[in-house]
């Protein structure tokens, strides 16, 4: 890949950073939170697509933004107030300037007549906006009055580069910046400008002197330069404190000023005379200081390979503990002791290496709020879209899986969920409905929640649309839970008319596969008439896991360990039998139904006794408990998590699989589905057994 190709590359991943920006501050000011921060945000996200677009020649998306950048510039300066009406049209062409970009990244032809509305919009808010008098940008400017008494004379020498022209910067829009903070007196320096058949029509020879009499900071004045950060060379000083500098204009102040390309600026130049400026005598060195970077970009592919070598660690690690453990070498030996250091090492190699995947959900969430608006549009809904928690990290590989479950949730809330504002008025609620995005850490995983305020499940409709489906018999007794589950089957729907949006019965199915391919799960709670809440727990990584290692019968297991609340040793008197097949145990005046997992996953066909098995009380879906059975537990460990789906097949009951320290394949159980299995009497241990047994054959 060529350079141009790779600064292509890099220039639309930025873009994708301040789009999310742009998206975030927009929701902001929309909300009320119009600081200058989160104004000044919004523009700067604008303002640096256009600059790298005009690099890449990206005309359209140029022309886009410019028009863009102008409206924001008007409510930036406050000649333009952020109205509804206003914020409704900076949304849409956030929206457009996304799909620009996307459309340019994939080199894709773009409906111009959707740009060019937008561009009108836009221009019609500019002429609303109240222009307020100032003198034009000329040789000389000179505004605001001089008796401040606390004011400072500021001299600031301004020598453009010509990527600084390249990225459709504008010299006079920063001098109207400074001109907001005091008395300003610009002059232009033409000395370098050649003969007209000289000229390179992509250079920069201009540089500009300016005298700022304010009482602001130097901070303050860098940061209306901060858009031309390195494509400008930029000195500011206060002349009471300078010295006298004898040193060429093209070193100015410590810099290299950059001519342009093929001009002999030794024939152009006109006789230097010494020139006071205000820089300190410690920092006329000549040098510059390079900035610390605070972040790289790494592919991808890097870091995956990466981590599949510090699983092979782990794993090779784990055999080379379980080879000592059998040499029979004692525990206080120099080996031993080398080993245990070796784990701890590795460890911290994968936690590291792990949290270089790990990023916050922010990506994912700053996409909703177009969702949203679009969604809201097409059911004449009002909506209102809350978010929290988008700085909780989760692996990236999650991240990405999570988008397309989330805007089924988000589409079925506002479609299904929400009622119209004429109905919520008439029910005493506020006409616009809310729809909440929540995510944060819990027991070692990530919970996701998308809640909404409106009219809740319809039970007695939801089963009587599964019965005409022919989904559920017409006399199954249901509980409210499983009623509310009904619309995770497939082909359920009870849209009466198929739409955009729904209709089709492909919705919330896919949602529960897509939760349970990541190894979560998904829950709901429902009020009628207040609203309903689903709840999807995913593992935080797709490629370690902690877990406990446990025996059942004569098979290793991992348990995950984000679903155990303890371990127990049931005792004769707290276990008791409600038929043949399901036990319960008496725990803190509770009772928690059992699960042999031998018997469930069809490795022995005799009940194991309680009193002499362990028991793990785990948390399930919804908030359930059960106390799962085992012969005996080795220990907690970390394991790198194989895909079953993708090296054998799904076999019920398991999620994934390990390689263990003797090199044998151990699974990983699914402790939701073993216990929904062992309630509804579904385990069919012989068909477990076989896909077992089929597995490790292979």
Request: proline share 4%.
């Amino acid at each position: 890949m060529d350079s141009m190709a790779t600064i292509r590359r890099t220039f639309f991943q930025e873009c994708e950073e301040q789009l999310g920006e742009l998206e975030t501050g927009l929701i902001k000011m929309e909300s009320g939170t119009q600081s200058v921060d989160t104004v000044n945000a919004v523009f700067r996200a604008v303002h640096s697509i256009k600059g790298g677009a005009g690099i890449f020649g990206l005309d359209g998306l140029v022309k886009f933004a410019h028009a863009f950048e102008t409206t924001l510039d008007d409510v930036r300066c406050a000649r333009l107030l952020p109205t509804s009406t206003v914020m409704a049209t900076l949304l849409r062409a956030a929206d457009v300037l996304a799909d620009v970009v996307r459309a340019a990244r994939e080199d894709l032809p773009f409906d111009d007549n959707k740009t060019n509305i937008l561009i009108s919009a836009l221009s019609k808010l500019d002429q609303n906006a109240v222009i307020h008098e100032t003198s034009p940008p000329s040789e000389s400017i000179t505004e605001h009055s001089s008796t401040d008494t606390g004011s400072k004379n500021w001299l600031i020498n301004f020598y453009p580069r010509r990527e600084l022209y390249a990225k459709a910067n504008e010299t006079a829009l920063l001098f109207r910046e400074l001109n907001r903070l005091g008395v300003v007196n610009v002059t232009i320096d033409t000395s370098r400008l050649p003969e007209l058949s000289q000229i390179d029509v992509d250079g920069a020879y201009l540089s500009w002197t300016i005298n700022l009499l304010s009482d602001c900071t130097e901070s303050v004045i860098r940061d209306v330069f901060e858009f031309v950060d390195g494509d400008c060379v930029l000195d500011i000083a206060n002349p009471t404190e300078a010295i006298v500098v004898d040193e060429p204009p093209e070193f100015y102040g410590g810099f290299e000023f950059f001519a342009p390309m093929g001009v002999d600026v030794s024939d152009t130049a006109q006789p230097v005379e010494k020139i006071e400026v205000s820089v300190k005598p410690e920092n006329i060195t000549g040098k510059v200081e390079a900035s610390a970077t605070s972040s790289i970009r790494v592919d991808l592919e890097r870091v995956d390979r990466m981590i599949d070598l510090v699983g092979e660690l782990v794993i090779n690690e784990a055999m080379l503990s379980q080879r000592i453990l059998e040499a029979g070498i004692v525990r206080a030996s120099g080996v031993a002791v080398a080993l245990e250091e070796l784990e701890h090492l590795t460890r911290e190699i994968q936690d590291s290496v792990m949290a270089i995947r790990a990023q916050p959900v922010r990506s994912v969430f700053q996409r909703m709020p177009r969702l949203v608006r679009e969604v809201a549009t097409q059911t004449g809904k009002l909506v209102r879209l809350l978010t929290e928690g988008e700085g909780t990290e989760v692996d990236k590989t999650v991240i990405e899986r999570i988008a397309d479950p989330l805007t089924h949730m988000i589409r079925n809330a506002i479609d299904h969920g929400l009622e119209s504002p004429e109905i919520r008025l008439a029910a005493g609620k506020p006409a616009e409905g809310v729809v909440r995005l929540a995510a944060l850490h819990r027991s070692g995983r990530i919970v996701v929640e998308v809640a909404d305020d409106g009219a809740g499940i319809n039970r007695s409709r939801v089963k009587a649309k599964a019965e005409e489906n022919g989904l559920i018999s017409i006399d199954a007794a249901l509980t409210d839970d499983e009623i509310d589950n009904l619309i995770f089957l497939p082909g359920f729907s009870t849209a009466s008319a198929v739409t955009d949006i729904s209709g089709r019965g492909v919705g919330m199915d896919v949602v529960r596969r897509s939760v349970q391919a990541l190894g979560g799960r998904i829950s709901i709670s429902s009020r009628p008439g207040k609203g309903s809440t689903f709840t999807m727990s995913l593992p935080l990584t797709l490629a370690v896991l902690d877990g406990m290692v446990v025996n059942a019968a004569t098979h290793s297991l991992i348990v995950p360990l984000g679903a155990i609340l303890e371990t127990l040793q049931p005792r004769a008197q707290d276990v008791h039998p409600l038929d043949n097949k399901v036990r319960v145990l008496s725990l803190r005046g509770g009772y928690v139904p059992m699960v042999d997992v031998a018997m469930a996953l069809g490795y022995r066909s005799e009940a194991i006794e309680p009193t002499k098995s362990v028991a793990l009380l785990v948390e399930c879906e919804g908030g359930s408990q059960a106390v799962l059975l085992f012969d005996t537990i080795q220990g907690q460990r970390q394991v790198v998590i194989k895909s079953l789906e993708a090296n054998y097949r799904a076999v019920p009951g398991i999620a994934a699989a390990t390689v263990m320290g003797d090199g044998r394949v151990a699974l990983i159980l699914d402790v939701d589905a073993i216990v929904a299995a062992s309630r509804t009497d579904q385990s069919r241990p012989e068909t477990i057994r076989a896909d077992i047994t089929l597995m490790e054959a292979s």
